[in-house]
């Protein structure tokens, strides 16, 4: 990487943590919703930034259907294809569902989009796009 204050470049320093190391693993051999399951119990201080960016990411993209899109698929296919981001609706079934989803949301006090509370009583998978995008491709470890 660049350095700016000596206008060299430096060895990049790789990042790493007991709770990223341990979500790779099982990322790394396709258990998906158990390296989610890590993230959500862990006490580590990097655990409740993630948890909190993903819960702002859920609140913000479900807030634009029907502004900006007008159904949910819509809106996980502009996450997926267009950003090749992971759609909102595959993380709210990697976190356990909709009600601990919008646990998440209202524990940092964010909106909790009108699309998530009714569906509480929901108990099939949430996301809806399995056969046309395959969310799985878009976790990287």
Do not use: C
């Not at 159904?71 to 609706?89: E, H, K, Q, V």
């Not at 998440?104 to 399995?130: A, G, H, M, N």
Request: hydrophobic fraction near 40%; glycine fraction near 6%.
């Amino acid at each position: 990487v660049f350095d700016i204050k000596t206008g060299t470049y430096v060895p990049y320093v790789k990042y790493g943590s007991v709770l990223s190391d341990s979500m790779q693993k099982y990322i790394r051999s396709g258990n998906y919703k158990q390296a989610f399951n890590i993230l959500m119990k862990s006490n580590h201080p990097d655990a409740d930034i993630i948890r909190y960016f993903i819960a702002r990411y859920i609140s913000y993209a479900f807030s634009l259907i029907g502004s900006v899109v007008e159904t949910r698929s819509m809106m996980d296919r502009a996450m997926g294809f267009g950003f090749n981001w992971l759609p909102p609706s595959a993380l709210v079934d990697l976190l356990g569902g909709v009600n601990k989803t919008i646990s998440l949301i209202k524990q940092y006090e964010l909106p909790v989009p009108k699309v998530l509370s009714i569906q509480k009583k929901r108990t099939s998978d949430f996301y809806e796009l399995q056969r046309e995008l395959d969310y799985r491709s878009l976790i990287k470890a």
